[in-house]
């Protein structure tokens, strides 16, 4: 194996330690009819399946990774939980006081 290819993957593997695993899972989706037997019908027959995607919400929002601010996908549930760390915005064209500094 190349060192290119090699260094790809760590990165590759560094991004899914910290994001997780942001691929798709795959599924079926039902088309159904009739009505459920608990409704008194006669039961619920299945008329056709169809594979699907079940993806996550990505939204592609500013990050900060080793003290750098870069852009990723990021699953939205994961910004929720405070797990992601978004850079300080500032007013532009003002200057840090001395506690930001500090």
């Known amino acids: 194996m190349s060192t290119h290819k090699k260094h790809k993957r760590e990165k590759r593997d560094k991004l899914r330690e910290l994001y ?39 939204q592609r929002i500013r990050v900060v990774e080793d003290g750098k601010v870069v852009r990723r996908w990021v699953p939205v549930s994961m910004i929720r939980a405070g797990l992601i760390q978004k850079p300080v915005v500032r007013e532009p064209f003002t200057i840090p006081d001395a506690e930001d500094n500090a």
């Open 20 to 58: 997780g695993d942001n691929t798709p899972a795959k599924g079926n989706s039902l088309s159904q009819r009739g009505k459920p037997k608990y409704l008194g019908g006669n039961g619920r027959k299945t008329t056709g399946i169809t594979r699907r995607y079940f993806r996550k919400n990505l």
